[in-house]
């Protein structure tokens, strides 16, 4: 009861919560909330992962929750809570399988976060099938062998593989992993304008993760947003995202076929 209080915090990671009550002796008085966090500086997350488009919102327990380099899993009603070391850009990434990844880039803490993701188009094939030709149903298609896929140590998946494809909704908000930023091939930073973005996972049962052996390609042609088609140009580059900068990089071109970039 004085209109100065001295609080020594502990020297410990913490969050400490004031609360004040101020009166005037006479019936009125005012509250309020203060947190203050000690120890090293870190930024905090929490929040809660749902099945998009699902009503009501269905939680998706198990996703894979990293940012900074520290991760968390969400509990059976899909939620989460971590924190990471301060940052300039801090890449929060949301990843199960089946479903495509969500990626969101902050500047500091984000907490009570309502996190959505998108369920893949799945197709399981074995190792050794060879061509294969995926199509979803926005009709976007993928043309690759499977004899050419390999991890990251260079070997073959020897089991069968799974491979979750999906065209994002340019409509909806925040569409796309990351916040449109982007390198170009002469190393120019770049904001992002998109005619259409695809998603194509390849992985097993065991959490690993395939991609081409190096010097081999595939065919994709991801259909062009409706409600931009009619200013798609002839050409445009092509990004791949990077999952640990929250950041696009330019790998080519892409030319206009029909409603399709190929």
């Not at 929040?47 to 998706?60: F, I, S």
């Not at 850009?89 to 959505?116: C, H, M, W």
């Not at 120019?188 to 996972?201: A, H, N, P, Q, R």
Request: glycine residues 10%.
């Amino acid at each position: 009861d004085s209109p100065v209080i001295l609080w020594t915090l502990q020297d410990v990671q913490a969050r400490n919560l004031l609360y004040v009550v101020v009166s005037d002796g006479r019936g009125g008085f005012a509250n309020g909330q203060l947190t203050v966090t000690t120890g090293p500086a870190v930024a905090l997350f929490s929040g809660r992962v749902t099945e998009a488009g699902a009503a009501p919102p269905v939680p998706v327990a198990g996703a894979a929750v990293t940012v900074g380099g520290q991760a968390a899993v969400t509990d059976d009603q899909g939620n989460f809570e971590l924190s990471a070391p301060m940052a300039e850009r801090l890449v929060l990434n949301v990843r199960k399988p089946g479903y495509v990844i969500l990626s969101r880039v902050f500047q500091s803490s984000g907490t009570a976060l309502d996190l959505e993701l998108d369920r893949a188009l799945r197709t399981v094939i074995p190792p050794a099938q060879g061509e294969v030709l995926l199509e979803d149903s926005r009709g976007t298609t993928v043309r690759l062998n499977s004899n050419q896929l390999v991890d990251a140590a260079g070997l073959p998946p020897m089991g069968p593989v799974n491979l979750d494809l999906h065209t994002f909704d340019l409509s909806r908000p925040n569409a796309l992993p990351g916040d449109y930023s982007g390198r170009s091939l002469a190393g120019e930073y770049v904001t992002m304008v998109s005619f259409g973005c695809m998603s194509l996972d390849i992985g097993d049962d065991a959490g690993n993760r395939y991609n081409l052996a190096p010097g081999t390609t595939a065919q994709i042609s991801i259909r062009v947003d409706p409600e931009r088609l009619p200013t798609a140009p002839a050409t445009i580059p092509l990004f791949r995202f990077d999952e640990t900068t929250g950041s696009w990089q330019e790998e080519g071109q892409a030319a206009l076929v029909g409603d399709h970039y190929e």
